[in-house]
C-alpha cells in the first residue's frame, strides 16, 4: 500500500538546470497585486518528463526511490516508482480518476481522488496535483479573499472559508510559491504543508527544484522530491495497465 501511496504523489534540458535566484519582498502589496504576478509565470508547455528522486517516511517505513513523471498538460500525469531501475509502481492520474498499482503486494487501486485527498490532507483535484508539481498555488487564487502581509521576507496571503485555512508564501522577485498551508479543523483535522525551497528557469517555464510535503491526519507522512532533469514538448507515450491477476483494494 505505501508503494502505491508514493506514486500518487510524484526546448529540452539533459542536466539538472542552475538555482533561479530569489529575491525578498519589498513593502507590503496588495493581495491583488500579489496574485496577478504569481500568475504571470507561465508554464508554457504542452507536455513535460520530469526525472526525479523521492525520499518518503512515515510512522512505520522510510524509502528513497526513483521516479518518472510525465505530464501531457490539463489531461493526464503517469508517476513511474522504480528502485534500482526496476518499476516498483505506477500511476496514472486524469481528471475523472486516480488508477495505480503497486508489485510488492500485487494491488491496484481505481476510483476518484477521496484516496489522495485523505492520504495527504486536503480535498485534491487533477489541476491540484498538477499545480503541485508544477509549482503553482493548489487553489486559484482569484476565487477567495485574502489578506496580504510581509513576513519573513516573503509576501504572504492568509484567508479562510469553509473551514479550511489558506496560507501561502511568495518571494520578491517572480513572486514563485515558496510555501503553501492547507488546514482543515474539525473532526477530520488534517494539515498539508508544501515547500519550495529553490526553481530553475526553462525556456519553456520556471519550475520548482525540489518539492517538500508533509501530510498530517492521523499519522504524519513526509515527501521530498528532487527534480534531476526536465524536458519539455516531447512526444512521448502514458503506457498503463494493470497486470493480470492483482488484487483490487477499496477506499475505507
Known sequence: MVM?????LA???KTKQAVLS???A?????????????YKNEKDFSTLYIRASVKYDDPHTGQRLSADIRIKKDEKILVSVK??????????????EVSYYEKINGTYFQGDYGMLSQWLGAELDYNKVQNMLIGKALYNLKDDVYTAQVE?????????????????????????????IIVQGGIDARRLDIKYPEHSEYEKAILPGSINIEAEQKDKVTIN????TVTFDEDFSFPYSVPAGYEQVFLN
Open 4 to 8: 502505491g501511496l508514493i506514486v500518487l
Open 11 to 13: 526546448v529540452s534540458c
Open 22 to 24: 530569489e529575491g525578498a
Open 26 to 38: 519589498g513593502s507590503i502589496k496588495a493581495a491583488k497585486e500579489i496574485i496577478k504576478e504569481h
Open 83 to 96: 528502485f534500482l531501475g526496476i518499476t516498483m509502481a505506477k500511476a496514472l492520474i486524469t481528471p475523472d
Open 152 to 180: 519573513n521576507s516573503l509576501y504572504k496571503l492568509q484567508g479562510n472559508g469553509n473551514g479550511i485555512s489558506k496560507t501561502f508564501f511568495f518571494e520578491g522577485s517572480n513572486y514563485l510559491l515558496k510555501r503553501e
Open 225 to 228: 522530491i528532487d527534480y534531476n
